[in-house]
Nanobody, 125 residues
Framework: QVQLVESGGRLVQAGDSLRLSCAAS????????MGWFRQAPGKEKEFVAA????????SYADSAKDRFTISRDNAKNTVYLQMNSLKPGDTAVYHC??????????????????WGQGTQVTVSS
């Protein structure tokens, strides 16, 4: 069993940067693909970014490319999402998730077995 706890979300202004963290416990996540998803009010959960177990392979949603960077520190059992040039449209609850299929970079939420409760990011204009 893997427990995931996100942190770092807060209210910021458009153009600001934030770094979200996802701390894992219960099991080492060094073989898991880790993903970030977000869900805005009234909308479905959507893929943001994913990183394979070693950190060399990543995948991003079009909305995140060139602005967001996913990274991981397996020694700390933690995954990060650096978000730059934030826009009001980035306002959502951000969740991290773990997928135990080695090498996969899935973008569908149903592919991920473990989820955190999320952290709220609000971007004001």
């Amino acid at each position: 069993q893997v427990q995931l706890v996100e942190s770092g979300g807060r209210l910021v202004q458009a153009g600001d940067s934030l770094r979200l963290s996802c701390a894992a416990s219960g099991r080492a996540i060094n073989t898991y693909t880790m993903g970030w998803f977000r869900q805005a009010p009234g909308k479905e959960k959507e893929f943001v970014a994913a990183i394979a177990w070693g950190g060399a392979r990543t995948s991003y949603a079009d909305s995140a490319k060139d602005r967001f960077t996913i990274s991981r520190d397996n020694a700390k059992n933690t995954v990060y999402l650096q978000m730059n040039s934030l826009k009001p449209g980035d306002t959502a609850v951000y969740h991290c998730a773990a997928d135990n299929v080695i090498g996969a970079l899935n973008i569908r939420p149903t592919s991920y077995e473990y989820w955190g409760q999320g952290t709220q990011v609000t971007v004001s204009s």
